[in-house]
């Protein structure tokens, strides 16, 4: 794949994610013009977090059914609708209506990094998976940035404005601009590619990824969604476009860890991801100087930020590379947890910070990570059966069939190219 398509399998996940996200920054003017009280404000994004989770069970097994190329151009184009819906919206409820649409289509995301993982040779795959969700991070942290600026200068609902102008010309590019795919032979409909899902959560690889990427994500939105309500009010009282500046120190520490991907295809995803998660518990102690330092406050977004990239880029190419033979599913399994995760961060945090201030909100982000890393430390200390140690594709296939079509995701765990 090259660095143009790479760039525009970016900018697809970076609009997309963003129409789940750009609220964060602008919580109170936007729940103040709808109508919604400050202690249920988290819901605005939650909202979207739970059109996502039902996106990913229905339509991202899609991926595996028909054309990528063709549905990353559909689902783009319907996320406009949602995005119009909110940008109009003269009550909360076309607005939460809106904020769920644009959630379920926004799972173009994951068609989009299967449609990546799927026209990569193997030792590019974990490469080409951190440039495209590099995208995922740019979308969350520059839309604060865009939103907060926009919100100041016209109002929140420009925000989706734009966004709906961005949705259309990136599904136009998709088809003129991305190839095809010419890959293995698809599942035979819809009905079996969801149906297989079930398998994937009796896997111990897939469960222990999963419940790390759900505190994980639960970590992250606890800090970006209670944010922007502890920056508004004392002692810093910051403006809509004062606060998504901060979203630059998160998108420093994301893109820095842009080589997580090679670190991957390097072997080294299992140690990374330990390393990772013990960044993301430090973080919160500098976080949650908040009111007093915000340049600790600085220090500690980019080091959350960075911990998230890795351990999500490492996450996905585990996955993807145990199993090939149906990408979309097994992403779109993932990120349900993902979801679940955002969408508890979310709503959890604005009401913590009402009731305990911005200190119990960082204990509650802090709480989380010790959850992923306890998963994470627990998972490596079981041990693992004869059958993970055939890493060949000779073995993988035949361990395939003696499971009858369940694949034997714990054999990448011993792959050098996959760990």
Known sequence: ????????LAMVCGVAVASVYAAQPVLEPMGRDLGVSVR????IVATGQIG???????LVPLGDVVDRRRLIAVHLALITVGLILTASASAAWVAFVGLAAAGVFAVVVQTTVAYAASVSLPAERGRNIGVVTSGVVVGILGARVVTGTLAEVWSWRSVYALLTVLSLGLAALVLVVLPSEEGPNRPAGYRRAVVSLGGLFAQRIFLARGLIA??????????????????????WQLTESQVGLFGF??????????????????????PVTG????LLILSWVAIAQLPWSLWLLIVGIMVLDFAVQAVHVSNQHLLTSAHPDRISSVIGSYMVFYSL????GAAATTAIFTAHGWVGSSLLGAGFAVCGLAVWATDRRRPLDSANFRSDKVGTRQAREETQGIDQAGQAMDDPRVL
């Open 1 to 8: 794949m090259n660095a143009w398509r790479r760039l525009l």
């Open 40 to 43: 249920l404000t988290g819901w």
């Open 52 to 58: 996502y989770l039902a996106g990913l069970v229905l």
């Open 214 to 235: 759900f505190f994980l994500f639960a970590s992250f939105g606890t800090l970006w969604s209670g944010l922007s309500l502890s920056l508004a009010d004392t002692p």
């Open 249 to 270: 120190a998160g998108l420093a520490g994301a893109l820095g860890a842009a080589r997580a991907g090679r670190w991957a295809d390097a072997g080294r995803a299992a």
């Open 275 to 278: 390393l990772a998660l013990a």
């Open 341 to 344: 995760g955002s969408a508890l």
